[in-house]
């Protein structure tokens, strides 16, 4: 068993990673949580895997559940509405617990409800994909799609414990898990030369390399918990990322593995990154079968502008200045035309 302790001021929580912890839930939360109510908030694909088996878990309390349908489609109102419709109708009280059960899509919605259902109502996730594990079910980013754009309506709510089973991720199919490990390499590229280290050795995805994911992206949460100025940090690779994802239809992260190549290139042209973090991150990249296909950063150059982090008429840039360390670099139009 693992324990990260996310240090807030106002929310600090715990994150406790541990093999086979499904069938320990309840022990895992009667320190926080002191009712008897619990609701679950799960996806049709995680209720046939793992629902039975978190309500056996939970002996002792009054557990009930809500079942939406899997995918992005789910995170939005109209599915926010019939979640809180349905606790409702089940009775569901300000002080009564929420289970976030499945992956990013049931943490952001059910984080959401938690966050504005009688102005607030503690939960806690059960993240069950990579990509929830090692990113989304911290930093206490809540959030529904709306108006065509992601994560547009939503707040910031902390959960009260995060709950990690890594062997869920045996049931995840391929895409699904590199999707998740675009992201893990990310945290290791900006935070952790360790995890890199340790991924050139190809290892199965286990408690450690998690909590070692975890733990950059724990430190930046710390540093920012309403996303104002180190979070961003975690946008490595997103820039190119999101016009090579909208442009050629690649999952996220896979996207991401490609906008780190591109970052990579450009930091190398700038003279900030060193140019034997290009082959290192490739590898990796390629150990866990992510698209290292190689885009000209300069052909995307002017999109980038476009984009909604462009603060009047500067990009601030995300770049290595050596593996496992990022800095944050300001780039206006000009000065793009000037240096590349
Ligand atoms: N809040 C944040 O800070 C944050 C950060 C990154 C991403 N996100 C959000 O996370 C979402 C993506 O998360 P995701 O990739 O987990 O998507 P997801 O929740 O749609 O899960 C992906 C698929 O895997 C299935 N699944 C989940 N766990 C499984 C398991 N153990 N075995 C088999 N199948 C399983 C799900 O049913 C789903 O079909 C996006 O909406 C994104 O915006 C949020
Ligand atoms: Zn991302």
Redesign the pocket.
């Known amino acids: 068993m693992k324990e990260l302790n996310i240090e807030l001021k106002n929310n600090p929580y715990k994150i406790i990673v541990e093999n086979g912890l499904l069938d320990n839930v309840g022990k895992y939360i009667s320190d926080v949580y002191k009712g008897n109510k619990i609701f679950i908030i799960t996806?049709d694909?995680?209720e046939k895997?793992y629902l039975k088996k978190v309500i056996n878990s939970l002996g002792g309390y009054n557990v009930d559940y809500v079942v939406i349908p899997?995918?992005?489609e789910s995170?939005t109102l109209k599915y926010y509405v019939y979640v809180c419709e349905e606790l409702l109708k089940k009775d569901v009280r300000r002080n009564n617990l929420l289970i976030a059960l499945?992956?990013?899509?049931?943490?952001?919605l059910t984080g959401f409800v938690a966050a504005s259902l009688y102005r607030g109502i503690p939960y806690i996730g059960i993240p069950?994909?990579l990509?929830?594990q090692m990113?989304?079910s911290i930093?206490g980013?809540?959030a529904i799609d709306f108006y065509n754009r992601?994560?547009i309506l939503g707040a910031f709510k902390q959960p009260l414990r995060v709950l990690i089973d890594p062997l869920?991720?045996n049931?995840?199919d391929d895409r699904?898990f590199n999707?998740g490990m675009g992201e893990l390499i990310k945290h290791g590229a900006i935070g952790n030369k360790k995890l890199l280290d340790l991924l050139l050795d190809k290892p199965k995805i286990n408690e450690d390399i998690i909590v070692e994911s975890l733990s950059v992206k724990k430190k930046v949460v710390e540093l920012d918990e309403f996303d104002t100025g180190e979070r961003m940090s975690l946008n490595f690779g997103h820039t190119f990322g999101h016009i090579i994802e909208m442009k050629y239809g690649y999952k996220h992260g896979e996207a991401v593995a490609i906008g780190m190549l591109m970052a990579l290139k450009m930091g190398i042209d700038l003279g900030v990154t060193p140019a034997d973090c290009y082959p290192t991150i490739k590898k990796i990249l390629e150990l866990y079968n992510l698209p290292t296909v190689e885009y000209d950063y300069k052909e995307y150059l002017k999109e980038t502008f476009y984009d909604k982090k462009n603060i009047a008429g500067t990009i601030n840039f995300i770049f290595l200045s050596e593996l496992g360390k990022y800095t944050i670099y300001k780039l206006t139009e000009e000065e793009i035309k000037e240096k590349l």
């Open positions: 996806d694909i995680v895997l899997h995918g992005e995170k499945g992956g990013g899509v049931i943490g952001d069950t994909s990509l929830s990113d989304s930093g980013k809540t992601k994560n869920t991720l049931t995840l699904e999707n």
